[in-house]
């Protein structure tokens, strides 16, 4: 479990009681409801005085409630962005830093999952990390942070917690509830932790493949089941890139991983890191789709822009809109930005300026070694030699019960993680009696200047001014696409990219793919690839560039980043539908949402063939596998056909690569199913399609496709009626956000009614364009990471871009914002995004002014 996960089930086992009472109150006495509810809701028009303020500040409110901001200087916009993010998002801001800050225990009392939660962010020392890169930001990055949080306690001072959010009237129902402690600007960078360590790539695969060791016991048939990127069949970002080798050679030691004492740290590390929060997304379908089309192709003639971020799925959303606005953009005040931004940290994360537009995806640059180390006592080995750990200690307060001290170790790599929930991995002692535990190196453990980053990019004109906010752009590592007003179109891969060493006469690779020895040092990082050294292009011949989490350049060339990348299905149908588009004619804004919302699926491509060629009779069986014959293979959320794939893709993979892996590796209909799949469709004979849970028994290709399709349609009747013309994708598959502490299914449901937005049928899926994705492991269709917001960037005409949230602008449930765009969303549609003076001003439906 996560400790997002854990939070959420902390906080909900605190309220249940609180909530209980909550209903009676609800039900009894109408006019406490409305206080309660309405309570929080800001002021949104007039005038209000704001202490600090230089000058007037301008906000307008469009008809979601989406705010855009005018000041005369910079200090006085920051401290009014963080003024109305305060206003709309505050409890989810108190909500973050209690968590990014180990110090839920603070919030819920005595708890041994708080604890446990507490305990393994203290040892990352996330908030620890943002203390330290204060120093070296620039000076003006620095009052911006500042202004930022001075706003935020501007509109803090003086309200009580009821008047601040209805969660802190239901939490103090049953324990005393203080006025929110000041906001500080570390509170901000600490946020820029928990969105690195979400997006920080192949630690998941790291750790399953050293586990699927256990049960294999052979390298090859491991790497079997994480297969190389088909760059033949989905081609990578780039095909020009830099060709540098960053890469050196040594000689090492070789690792034995199916020692007791080895998987059991690696089990404990798992369960340590798993409950570390995931505060953007998590799992199986997070990433991005991102896409910008020279104007040699547009309409217009100029680039269009578009982005989809696959994140976790809340309410509220992860992503609040803004604009910001100097009254005079100069040197003094650069900006004139719109787009996303994060409540709790200033300026625009993606969106647009007056010059160019900026699209984010995930690189999936690898990030992360786990190290295993030998250590006795307060030391480790290291090429021989015992060097002391590195100890700290740290104290968790706890509402309402005495602090607990932890004392926190590292190694040179890192924290030790294998032992932080109190697994003693030294009670499993391996040959040499040498205790083994697990360090994590990461590269956001290491201060960097990612905030002055975000203003670069914000201010950003050109590639050259991209590139050198890329520099600074540390962790996560993501790739750029950008477009400019004068026509450009480029691609920059940011991000800080451990350089590791090809270790000669291991049996394992030395890559950053499988755990690494930490007692031999040729086996530690070597540095990080320089910034002028990572990929990148400008105005390819294509006229086009897709990024969508897929190979950033061709195996081989470029500075080594990662091997476990995106199989790249949702880039190549990005690609091919703009192919065909361009064939018939030039590319709108419109042809662009529409790519967005492409709902065919890859793994279908894959299995439908072979499944509609199979003779499985007549009569009730042949009903399902009817409805493949015609089918288009869109996961639309009207398709019975597409409902009745996704069951039978469920029952193949339990049957094929899942019955020989771990639980916690099994296969989840993610690119590498697919791209598994692809390689053995063709094979009726491969050892992949026989069945282990069958031993007597050996099972080919046409056996176990046949099973899926007989136990999909029984399972489906069971569940949507015997008649499968009448099945839709979309009943099963939803969406449903959910409050990360009153939205839980153990809070009287007049509550959740409140704090959750009612579900939505969608189409899409997972290895999909419209990435809506479910968990093919689990029993369930329901969607667990989608597009947070998707966005078209017209740079002809910035006043005929689009976007749309995944919910809504505001935090409260009250508000008719809190997840007005939710529907929109779900149906594909977006709305008209102004950006010109003339046009917010057309557009604002709300005009408040703060004064000194």
């Given amino acids: 479990m996560s400790l997002g996960n854990v939070a959420r089930t902390v906080l909900r086992r605190t309220v249940v009681v609180v909530a209980c009472t909550l209903v009676v109150v609800l039900v009894g006495l109408a006019g406490a409801v409305w206080w309660v509810v309405r309570a929080p809701l800001p002021t949104v028009a007039g005038d209000l005085q704001v202490t600090g303020l230089d000058a007037q500040v301008t906000v307008t409110r469009d008809a979601r409630g989406v705010p855009t901001l005018v000041a005369s200087t910079a200090h006085d916009l920051f401290m009014a962005q963080g003024y109305v993010a305060a206003q709309d998002r505050f409890f989810e801001m108190d909500y973050r830093r209690h968590v990014t800050a180990g110090r839920l225990s603070e919030l819920v009392g005595a708890d041994e999952q708080a604890l446990a939660a507490d305990t393994v962010v203290r040892t990352l020392g996330w908030r620890r990390v943002a203390e330290q890169e204060w120093d070296l930001l620039a000076p003006a990055t620095r009052d911006y942070l500042q202004a930022y949080a001075d706003g935020v306690n501007a509109y803090l001072e003086g309200r009580s917690p009821a008047q601040i959010a209805v969660e802190y009237t239901v939490l103090g129902l049953r324990v005393a509830v203080d006025a929110p402690e000041k906001w500080d600007p570390i509170d901000s960078l600490t946020w820029l932790k928990a969105m690195a360590w979400d997006l920080r790539s192949n630690y998941d695969d790291e750790l399953a493949r050293a586990r699927t060791y256990s049960t294999l016991a052979d390298v090859a048939s491991v790497d079997a089941l994480f297969p190389d990127y088909p760059q033949d069949v989905n081609p990578p970002i780039l095909?020009?890139?830099?060709?540098?080798?960053?890469?050196?050679?040594?000689?090492?030691?070789?690792?034995?991983?199916?020692?007791?004492?080895?998987?059991?740290?690696?089990?404990?590390?798992?369960?340590?890191?798993?409950?570390?929060?995931?505060?953007?997304?998590?799992?199986?379908?997070?990433?991005?789709?991102?896409?910008?089309?020279?104007?040699?192709?547009?309409?217009?003639?100029?680039?269009?822009?578009?982005?989809?971020?696959?994140?976790?799925?809340?309410?509220?959303?992860?992503?609040?809109?803004?604009?910001?606005?100097?009254?005079?953009?100069?040197?003094?005040?650069?900006?004139?930005?719109?787009?996303?931004?994060?409540?709790?940290?200033?300026?625009?994360?993606?969106?647009?300026?007056?010059?160019?537009?900026?699209?984010?995806?995930?690189?999936?640059?690898?990030?992360?070694?786990f190290f295993l180390e030998k250590v006795t006592g307060d030391a480790a080995v290291v090429d021989g030699t015992r060097v002391a750990l590195t100890t700290r200690t740290e104290t968790i307060e706890v509402a309402g019960a005495d602090p607990v001290t932890i004392t926190v170790r590292s190694t040179r790599h890192g924290p030790i993680v294998s032992d932080v929930l109190g697994v003693d991995a030294v009670s499993r002692v391996p040959t040499g009696g040498v205790a083994t535990e697990v360090s994590?190196?990461?590269?956001?453990?290491?201060?960097?200047?990612?905030?002055?980053?975000?203003?670069?990019?914000?201010?950003?004109?050109?590639?050259?001014?991209?590139?050198?906010?890329?520099?600074?752009?540390?962790?996560?590592?993501?790739?750029?696409?950008?477009?400019?007003?004068?026509?450009?179109?480029?691609?920059?891969?940011?991000?800080?990219?451990?350089?590791?060493?090809?270790?000669?006469?291991?049996?394992?690779?030395?890559?950053?793919?499988?755990?690494?020895?930490?007692?031999?040092?040729?086996?530690?990082?070597?540095?990080?690839?320089?910034?002028?050294?990572?990929?990148?292009?400008?105005?390819?011949?294509?006229?086009?560039?897709?990024?969508?989490?897929?190979?950033?350049?061709?195996?081989?060339?470029?500075?080594?980043?990662?091997?476990?990348?995106?199989?790249?299905?949702?880039?190549?149908?990005?690609?091919?539908?703009?192919?065909?588009?361009?064939?018939?004619?030039?590319?709108?804004?419109?042809?662009?949402?529409?790519?967005?919302?492409?709902?065919?699926?890859?793994?279908?491509?894959?299995?439908?063939?072979q499944l509609i060629a199979l003779d499985i009779g007549s009569g009730f069986d042949a009903d399902g596998q009817a409805l493949l014959r015609n089918w288009d293979r869109q996961m639309d959320a009207d398709s019975p056909a597409a409902v009745y794939f996704a069951a039978v893709l469920q029952d193949v993979l339990a049957q094929t690569f899942s019955d020989n892996l771990p639980t916690e590796a099994a296969l989840d209909g993610d690119s590498r199913s697919v791209e598994l799949l692809r390689e053995i469709v063709d094979d009726p004979s491969s050892i992949w399609w026989d069945d282990a849970s069958t031993p007597r028994v050996v099972e080919g290709r046409d056996e176990i496709l046949t099973q899926a399709l007989v136990s999909a349609r029984l399972e489906l009747t069971a569940q949507l009626g015997k008649d499968p013309s009448t099945w839709r994708w979309g009943t099963v598959h939803t969406i449903a956000p959910e409050h990360p502490v009153l939205g839980g299914d153990g809070v009287p449901a007049l509550v959740r009614a409140l704090m959750n937005p009612d579900p939505r049928p969608v189409g899409g899926g997972s290895a999909v364009v419209n990435a809506t994705a479910w968990d093919a492991s689990s029993d369930s269709f329901d969607v667990v990471s989608a597009p947070s917001m998707r966005m078209v960037v017209d740079l002809s005409d910035p006043d005929s871009s689009t976007w749309v949230n995944l919910t809504g602008s505001s935090g409260h449930p009250g508000s008719s914002h809190y997840a007005d765009q939710l529907t929109a969303w779900s149906t594909g549609l977006s709305y008209a995004w102004p950006f010109t003076a003339a046009a917010v001003e057309a557009d604002a439906v709300d005009r408040l002014t703060l004064s000194p």
């Avoid at 798993?274 to 953007?280: F, N, S, T």
């Avoid at 540390?474 to 790739?479: E, R």
């Avoid at 470029?558 to 299905?569: A, E, H, I, M």
């Avoid at 539908?577 to 030039?586: E, H, N, P």
């Fill in 239 to 369: 095909s020009d890139a830099l060709t540098s080798d960053t890469s050196a050679s040594a000689s090492g030691a070789d690792v034995e991983l199916t020692s007791e004492a080895v998987q059991g740290a690696l089990a404990s590390a798992q369960a340590a890191l798993d409950a570390v929060p995931h505060l953007v997304g998590e799992g199986q379908g997070v990433g991005s789709n991102s896409w910008v089309v020279s104007g040699a192709y547009t309409t217009s003639g100029l680039p269009l822009l578009a982005n989809d971020p696959h994140l976790s799925v809340s309410a509220p959303g992860i992503w609040m809109q803004v604009g910001l606005r100097c009254a005079q953009v100069d040197a003094d005040c650069p900006f004139d930005v719109s787009g996303f931004s994060f409540a709790g940290f200033p300026g625009v994360i993606i969106g647009h300026n007056g010059e160019l537009a900026w699209a984010l995806t995930n690189m999936g640059a690898d990030v992360t070694d």
């Fill in 440 to 609: 994590l190196a990461w590269t956001a453990l290491t201060p960097n200047r990612t905030a002055d980053a975000v203003f670069a990019l914000d201010t950003a004109g050109d590639a050259a001014e991209v590139q050198a906010a890329a520099a600074l752009f540390a962790a996560p590592a993501q790739n750029i696409l950008f477009a400019t007003t004068d026509g450009h179109i480029g691609y920059q891969a940011p991000g800080l990219v451990p350089v590791r060493a090809q270790v000669v006469g291991s049996s394992l690779p030395s890559d950053g793919s499988w755990p690494r020895p930490g007692w031999d040092s040729a086996y530690d990082w070597q540095g990080y690839v320089a910034p002028d050294q990572l990929p990148r292009t400008l105005d390819p011949p294509e006229g086009y560039i897709v990024a969508a989490n897929q190979a950033v350049t061709p195996a081989g060339t470029g500075p080594f980043l990662t091997n476990d990348w995106d199989y790249g299905f949702r880039a190549q149908r990005i690609r091919t539908l703009l192919v065909a588009r361009l064939a018939t004619g030039k590319v709108d804004v419109a042809d662009m949402e529409a790519i967005a919302t492409d709902a065919r699926s890859a793994a279908a491509d894959v299995l439908v063939p």
